[in-house]
């Protein structure tokens, strides 16, 4: 069998010439099961203020309602359904809610509430009702100094998604990318909606593999700024300071890429020593360096699990790419693909039931999910097009990837279900790699 160079670990998977032998068991396939919608009347907070502005409370409006139809958990009832009032009556904080009114319209949820601002901030409260059990579920205050509403727009619909289902929205998530827009590969951060766009990164070299750290006050990602070689980097807007990691190791190995243990106090990295590229654990300071896996197959594309427990990994230890679980000690390792020949970039759900990957078919991508102990595998995104690099969001219930499909590549958000397909990128150039970002702290 004709080996990969391990210079070709930054394109995210490895390239084979010869194929490869049979599976030796198949995996059962199955549907990870859909997820209900729900409507909800979304009311026009009152503004309170001395001076009402009906600009601000509209846009703020707008984007509640975006954010909150992101989640895939509710769709708005349109304005002319009403048959209650559209914008919430003043002094309204402890009144009932007239559900009748709303629940013969089909609504299975209303919103509503107020916004005041003063000369020391603004100060927005609002209400969210089950209309079919006529019970308030959440009543809740925001106070902020400035007037740009944006990030408190999407927190309240993550709130209210929250308070209906027991799961948190994740519109006020982030996800870090990486995109060639400005001519070279830098890593960029967004909304998860695909708004905000900024650059990370700028030092007009090759840049890849953004990962999050746990708090989300930085992201870890490989770089070829020093020595033009790859070695890891981070981008901080936290404690961590900014620039290169893991210095102590030395010049001499290339680190192609790293990902934060969930504690935060490790991580896992790929790293090269001419011949085998091999995963290890060490502390952020460079202390503690721990070999994971040995011999002459070639290891990449570590994700732990939510607990740090276990790590699942990429090898060719049998000839061709597939996806391998083992203990976070390197321990009681174990193939976890059978079904396809080149499965590649593993991506564990924050709630530990899945493992979404890219598997090659014919000379394409497509996305899967399989249950961390390989009995359970469901194909989620196919296309003649390739889909890659998936990574998921904090609540589980979306993803994110990679896809080809019109031409350049461009960012996709998509439910667990398969449902709901969004491209949240469109601007010029190729955006690839993209981390989604846990939840602000």
């Known amino acids: 069998m004709r080996r990969f160079l391990p210079i070709l670990v930054i394109a995210g998977f490895v390239v084979f010439v010869l194929a490869t032998a049979g599976a030796e068991r198949a995996a059962v396939v199955v549907t990870p099961g859909g997820q209900q919608t729900y409507r909800i009347a979304v009311q026009r907070f009152v503004d309170d203020s001395a001076s009402p502005n009906a600009r601000l409370v509209d846009d703020f409006r707008a984007k509640v309602t975006t954010a909150l139809e992101f989640s895939s958990v509710f769709q708005a009832v349109d304005d002319a359904a009403f048959l209650g009032p559209v914008t919430t009556p003043s002094g309204r904080d402890d009144a009932a809610l007239d559900c009748p009114n709303w629940t013969q319209i089909g609504a299975d949820a209303v919103l509503e509430g107020e916004i ?10 609002f209400r969210v009702w089950d209309t079919g059990r006529c019970k308030r579920l959440l009543r809740r205050r925001y106070q902020q100094s400035g ?10 619909a993550d709130d209210v998604v929250e308070a209906f289902i027991g799961v948190r929205g994740v519109s006020n998530t982030e996800i870090a990318f990486v995109s060639d827009r400005g001519g070279n590969k830098e890593i960029y951060v967004m909304s998860a909606d695909g708004s905000g766009a900024r650059a990370a990164t700028a ?9 999050w750290s746990p708090e989300g006050d930085a ?10 070689r790859p070695f890891l980097f981070l981008s901080s807007r936290g404690r961590g300071r900014p620039g290169r990691l893991l210095s102590r190791l030395g010049d001499e190995r ?5 990902v934060f243990s969930p ?3 490790r991580m896992a990295l790929v790293m090269s020593n001419g011949d085998d590229t091999d995963i290890y654990t060490v502390g952020l300071d460079g202390r503690g360096l721990s070999r994971l896996t040995g011999g002459r197959a070639i290891d990449v594309s570590p994700a732990f699990s939510p607990d740090g427990r276990r790590i699942a ?6 000839g061709a790419p597939q996806i391998y679980v083992m203990n976070a000690d390197g321990s009681n390792t174990r193939r976890l693909t059978y079904d ?7 991506s564990w759900s924050p709630d530990g039931l899945w493992i979404a990957y890219e598997t090659r078919v014919n000379a394409q991508f497509d996305i899967w999910l399989i249950d961390p102990e390989g009995v359970t595998s469901t194909p989620l995104v196919t296309h003649p097009r390739s889909d890659e690099a998936p990574s998921w969001a904090p609540n589980s219930r979306k993803l994110v990837f990679s896809s080809t499909r019109r031409g350049l590549a461009d960012l996709y958000v998509i439910d667990r279900d398969g449902s709901n397909l969004r491209r949240v990128t469109s601007a010029a150039g190729n955006n690839t790699g993209p981390a989604w970002g846990p939840y602000p702290r």
């Open 147 to 156: 007037t740009n509403l944006d990030a408190t727009a999407r927190r309240l």
């Open 313 to 318: 990994f990429v090898s060719d230890r049998t």
């Open 219 to 228: 992201i870890l990602y490989t770089s070829y700024r020093y020595l033009n």
């Open 254 to 258: 290339p680190q192609y890429r790293g």
């Open 203 to 211: 030092n007009r070299s090759l840049n890849n593999f953004p990962s």
């Open 263 to 265: 504690d935060q106090d």
């Open 116 to 125: 005041t601002r003063r000369a020391e901030g603004v100060s927005i409260s």
């Open 340 to 346: 396809g020949s080149y499965n590649t970039n593993p």
